[in-house]
T-cell receptor, first 112, second 111 residues
C-alpha cells in the first residue's frame, strides 16, 4: 500500500524556472492538500481540493497553481520560481474534510 | 498571527521518563486537535487527536489533555523511548476543516 507518493524528492531550480511537483494517492481519498514547511516553521496550506475538478486556495497560494483532473493526482505547479519558494513541500490526503490527513514524504526544493 | 503556538522548540528527556509537549491556541473556534510526529526526511504521521468535547484521550503510551478554558493542550508520552525522538507538531481544526499547525517541538529521548 503506497499511500501518498511525491516526486521528485529533491530539486534545484534557477530563479524564473518552472516545475511541477507530483502527488499521487491510492487510498481513494476525496480531499487532497499541498503544504509548505519553511525551516523552524509549521506547515502552511498552499492549496487544497475537495474532489476531482474542485480546488481552492489555502493560506499561502501566491506563486503556485494546482489542478485536480483525477481523484488520485494533485500536481502543484510553480510558474516562475523565486528564492522565497525554497522550502519542503508536503502533499496530504484525507477521506473527508474532518478526517485524518495522511502525508507524503515531501519534496525539498531549492531555488537559487 | 500565530493561532497555534508551541513555545518550546526542543525538549530532551531520559529514556523511561515522561515527555510532556505543550501547545497553546488562540482561536476559540477550533474544535478538534491533533498531534503529528515527523522523522527527518519523512512526512508527518498522525499520532493522536482529541475533540473539544473531551478533556483527555489516551492511546497506549500517548495521552493528550485539553484545557479549553486555558486554550492549552499537552501530549504526554510515558514511558519515553529513543524511537520517540522526532519533531512533534500540534494542529488544530476549525469549522472550515483546514488544519493550522504549530512550529513543532523537537523531542530527543536519550538512552
Amino acid at each position: 500500500n503506497a499511500g501518498v507518493t511525491q516526486t521528485p524528492k529533491f530539486r534545484i531550480l534557477k530563479i524564473g524556472q518552472s516545475m511541477t511537483l507530483q502527488c499521487t494517492q491510492d487510498m481513494n481519498h476525496n480531499y487532497m492538500y499541498w503544504y509548505r514547511q519553511d525551516p523552524g516553521m509549521g506547515l502552511k496550506l498552499i492549496y487544497y481540493s475537495v474532489g476531482a475538478g474542485i480546488t481552492d486556495k489555502g493560506e499561502v497560494p501566491n506563486g503556485y497553481n494546482v489542478s485536480r483532473s483525477t481523484t488520485e493526482d494533485f500536481p502543484l505547479r510553480l510558474e516562475l520560481a523565486a528564492p522565497s519558494q525554497t522550502s519542503v513541500y508536503f502533499c496530504a490526503s484525507s477521506y473527508g474534510p474532518g478526517e485524518t490527513q495522511y502525508f507524503g514524504p515531501g519534496t525539498r526544493l531549492l531555488v537559487l | 498571527d500565530q493561532q497555534v503556538k508551541q513555545n518550546s522548540p526542543s525538549l530532551s528527556v531520559q529514556e523511561g521518563r515522561i515527555s510532556i509537549l505543550n501547545c497553546d491556541y488562540t482561536n476559540s473556534m477550533f474544535d478538534y486537535f491533533l498531534w503529528y510526529k515527523k522523522y527527518p526526511a519523512e512526512g508527518p504521521t498522525f499520532l493522536i487527536s482529541i475533540s473539544s468535547i473531551k478533556d483527555k484521550n489516551e492511546d497506549g503510551r500517548f495521552t493528550v489533555f485539553l484545557n479549553k478554558s486555558a486554550k492549552h493542550l499537552s501530549l504526554h508520552i510515558v514511558p519515553s523511548q529513543p524511537g520517540d525522538s522526532a519533531v512533534y507538531f500540534c494542529a488544530a481544526k476549525g469549522s472550515n476543516y483546514k488544519l493550522t499547525f504549530g512550529k513543532g517541538t523537537l523531542l530527543t529521548v536519550n538512552p
